[in-house]
């Protein structure tokens, strides 16, 4: 099976795309990737870089009227794929549709479309954070756009998993985010493990006053005095690290907050109020008890260390068990 997979503008878009194609190794499908070049991850080879498709002085303005773009369609074309996966990517989505090819959309993203009105009014979203939600009107039409012309959409997300999930609108799906369970093993044992998807300095310098205080992120990173920077990419460590620490944190992205889920962790979550995804997120886990919000940075003491044995439901499957139902 030929697949099409396009990644978006956002961090976890990345680690979504490094740990699919991790789990789609050793298939007899025939994968190309088309992704923008700062949220890549490290070491992969994609197909087409979609920063071309971009306007260099206003790379938010989108826009279809656009050379690169007609090179890249003729090449979608002379590929045809036989289906086309896009985490609530512009372009591809777009392209897909003139081409009439099967598109999919996966992505933590689109749980902020997936989710009633009525969940979002009892989370307090539009109450606190109706700036942050809505923010630019035209996005949130294209995006409604893109999911009303896809076949199926997925909302790549933990909660799915957790006992009384919440009731996703009818047009989207659960699919389980890809992740790995490791051992207790006491020389992987840290008071504080972080997982960020950028140098975040603000949540790095609370994490300062902790002893044996260790983060996860890209390598690279500048050093600080009294924590130890880890590379995310080493895989092994960090679930090893996240399974056995004392207390977790993170900023509320889909990936790290599964990760924790899944490995028995209640995180502590300082939560990115410029991202809507972020926000939905981490009010979502409070409410269910999966994690805490630390708003006020309050000491990380004061939250219980509580280990939350996961659930599976056995509906829900992952992408890559999706695509062998119609393979």
């Known amino acids: 099976m030929k697949i099409l997979y396009a990644a978006n503008r956002n961090n976890n878009s990345r680690i979504q795309l490094s740990r699919f194609m991790e789990a789609m190794n050793n298939t ?6 088309a992704g923008y070049k700062d949220y890549l991850p490290k070491g992969l080879n994609i197909d087409w870089c979609l920063t071309a498709l971009l306007n260099i002085y206003k790379p938010e303005l989108l826009s279809l009227n656009n050379d690169n773009l007609h ?13 086309i996966i896009s985490d609530l990517e512009y372009f591809t989505s777009y392209l897909a549709n003139l081409m009439n090819t099967p598109l999919w ?12 009105t009525s969940e979002k009014y009892d989370l307090g979203l539009f ?18 756009n893109i999911i009303t012309n896809s076949s199926r959409n997925f909302v790549y997300s933990h909660f799915g998993d957790a006992e009384n999930s919440p009731k996703l609108q009818g047009n989207f799906e659960w699919i389980r985010p890809y992740h790995k369970v490791h051992r207790l093993h006491k020389p992987c044992q ?14 790095v ?18 050093k600080y005095h009294n924590i130890k920077i880890k590379d995310i990419n080493s895989e092994d460590e960090y679930y090893c690290n996240l399974r056995n620490c004392s207390y ?5 992205q ?8 899944y490995n028995n962790k209640c995180p502590i979550i300082y939560p990115d109020y410029q991202d809507a995804e972020s926000i939905i997120n981490s009010h979502l886990s409070k409410k269910l008890l999966l994690g805490d919000i630390n708003s006020n940075d309050a000491d990380i003491t004061d939250f219980q260390s509580t280990e939350v044995p996961p659930t599976y439901d056995d509906s829900i499957k992952y992408l890559h068990e999706k695509i062998s139902e119609i393979a």
């Open 127 to 144: 109450k606190f954070y109706a700036y942050s939600l809505n923010r630019d009107p035209q996005h949130t039409q294209r995006t409604a």
């Open 254 to 261: 889909a990936s790290f907050l599964a990760d924790a889920f």
């Open 205 to 222: 310098q609370v994490l300062k006053k902790y002893p044996d205080s260790v983060v996860f992120m890209d390598a690279g990173a500048e």
């Open 105 to 116: 959309q996966c992505s933590s993203s689109i749980i902020s479309h997936a989710l009633p």
């Open 71 to 83: 090179i890249y369609f003729d090449q979608i074309k002379s590929f045809a794929p036989d289906l």
């Open 190 to 203: 840290h008071y504080v493990v972080a997982g960020l998807s950028e140098n975040n300095k603000q949540v």
């Open 28 to 33: 007899d499908h025939q994968i190309k990737i």
């Open 248 to 252: 977790f944190v993170c900023q509320g």
